[in-house]
């Protein structure tokens, strides 16, 4: 371990440990996932997204949301 990382981890706060998973941080994200759902902020990056993908970009997007699914279990099944 190099000085510097060991002295950024010393300044780090001291969380306790809560056994398997961990609730404090799980129930952070649900706070925060639901307050960024209910802004709408998700319903204007729609059409950026539209406009990027039928931009000068869009082949390189496709090829990357492509390239993602090859790596992944595809899309989820609704």
Not at 58 to 76: F, I, Q, V
């Amino acid at each position: 371990m190099r000085s510097h990382e060991k002295s950024e981890m010393s300044r780090a706060p001291k969380q306790p440990n809560e056994g398997e998973g961990n609730k404090t941080a799980a129930h952070r994200y649900n706070a925060e996932a639901t307050k960024s759902a209910a802004s709408g902020a998700g319903k204007k990056k729609g059409p950026e997204a539209a406009r990027a993908l039928d931009g000068p970009d869009g082949k390189k997007l496709r090829d990357a949301e492509a390239e993602g699914k090859r790596h992944s279990g595809g899309e989820p099944e609704r």
